[in-house]
């Protein structure tokens, strides 16, 4: 069963949706009973169901189920990936999924978008929009540069911008 064979219509056949989760209406096997949750999480915090041995992500079924359309991205706002609330489930395109990512732990400022430039010996603050980069300043104290930052993730990444 690939993407497109998935149907709002075989969805709701299948399961109940409550709070976030799916839940099998019939027994397909012993390790899916009826009114169960469906799927199981995995290391990357994301709940997959198997249907037809192919394994789906939770919350694109979800939103299948609520829109009757599956698109090439589904964001979760908060940034919760067990979060899987139809109001927590939005579309995106891969650019802005990117923009509502958390700080990465390889970030050595603790301000996201912000980065010690050694040659000026400034702070320096760049934005990224549709894959390509905006410089926005270079600053002398690291406060300043976080707040241009999240000025910045405001103006270019409007509602998908995080700050944390």
């Known amino acids: ?33 009826k009114g169960t949750i469906a799927g199981s999480v995995k290391h990357d915090k994301y709940r997959r169901i198997g249907l037809n041995k192919n394994l789906y992500l939770a919350h694109r079924l979800i939103f299948m189920m609520h829109h009757g359309y599956l698109p090439k991205v589904v964001d979760h706002v908060d940034g919760n990936r067990q979060n899987n ?36 010996r400034k702070w320096f603050v760049n934005i990224r929009l549709n894959y390509k980069d ?11 540069a976080d707040l241009v930052a999240q000025e910045a993730r405001d103006k270019y990444h409007k509602e998908f911008a995080r700050h944390f």
Request: with cysteine; proline share 1%.
């Open 1 to 33: 069963m690939a993407d497109q064979d998935i149907t709002k219509e075989i969805l709701n056949f299948l399961f109940d949706y409550k709070n976030g989760e799916l839940y099998w209406k019939f027994s397909l096997s012993c390790k899916s009973p």
């Open 85 to 120: 609330c139809i109001e927590n489930l939005r579309e995106a395109t891969q650019s802005q999924n990117c923009h509502n990512q958390k700080l990465s732990i390889k970030n050595t400022s603790g301000y996201k978008n912000v980065r010690w430039n050694a040659r000026k």
């Open 134 to 144: 905006i410089h926005i300043g270079y600053f002398k104290d690291i406060e300043l």
